[in-house]
């Protein structure tokens, strides 16, 4: 079953396992921001909304928008 980073709770350590599908346009954009597959992360902080969601990735906090989150497959979270 694949999981996107959006639908983590806080707390959540697991590693980045690519990208999906249709979201070909944030892959680049979200590669340079650090998201690199096989990447540890841990989310810290969801807004009540769901929007953004920040994560502790390679020694520093990363705000996402929510589509952002949508587009990352993570696994062991």
């Known amino acids: ?3 996107t980073l959006a ?3 806080v707390g959540s350590i697991g590693r ?3 990208f999906k ?3 070909k346009h944030y892959k680049q954009k979200l590669m340079s921001m650090g998201l690199i597959p096989n990447t540890s992360f841990e989310v810290t902080r969801v807004a009540p909304m769901g929007d953004p969601v ?3 990735i390679k020694d520093y906090n990363l705000s996402l928008r ?3 989150a949508q ?3 993570v696994e062991g979270a």
């Open 1 to 3: 079953m694949e999981r």
């Open 7 to 9: 639908e983590l709770p």
């Open 16 to 18: 980045i396992a690519g």
């Open 21 to 23: 599908k249709g979201y």
């Open 54 to 56: 920040e994560i502790f």
């Open 66 to 68: 929510r589509d952002e």
């Open 71 to 73: 587009a990352v497959l």
